[in-house]
């Protein structure tokens, strides 16, 4: 990452301090629950807080072709709102896709990827901060999926 994305990582430390409204996620009880249940984790303002995203569709349209396709994205919510929602910081983490819609077998393919995830929240990464030069171990912690009802129904089971 650039030095200036580096910096922009810590940025959720001063956004929301005195707002009156919610802004962004960082302002939210749900992440400053989050900080009082993990205080080891809150305390390096470095370590990557994500949201999973997923949303199914058929990528031949409404044509007859029994067909599935869901990209799951993860989206990085310790840039500021105008960086977290660009497309160059939402990475696609994998494609489910097949002739059926995956259902009760989504969580045996996102396993390796909820695996990695939980890697990087329990030992994490030693990982090169360019905005202050040093070496870190950079943590990662999924906050939240976001997804219509459908996809939540089956990302809750």
């Known amino acids: 990452m650039s030095k200036k994305i580096v910096e922009h990582m810590t940025w959720h430390l001063k956004c929301c301090e005195d707002a009156d409204e919610v802004i962004h996620p960082a302002g939210s009880e749900a992440w400053k629950h989050f900080d009082e249940t993990h205080p080891t984790f809150a305390k390096e303002p470095r370590n990557v807080r994500l949201g999973l995203c997923t949303d199914g569709f058929n990528p031949f349209g409404c044509s007859a072709t029994p067909y599935s396709c869901w990209p799951i994205f993860l989206t990085v919510y310790n840039l500021p709102p105008e960086l977290c929602m ?18 009760k077998n989504i969580d045996v393919m996102l396993r390796p990827l909820i695996d990695e ?41």
């Open 86 to 103: 660009k497309s160059k910081h939402i990475f696609l983490a994998m494609i489910i896709a097949g002739p059926k819609i995956p259902r």
């Open 117 to 157: 995830l939980n890697e990087l929240r329990t030992n994490g990464v030693e990982t090169y901060d360019s905005f202050r030069q040093q070496n870190f171990i950079m943590k990662a912690a999924l906050l939240w999926t976001i997804s219509d009802f459908p996809g939540y129904g089956m990302l809750s089971r």
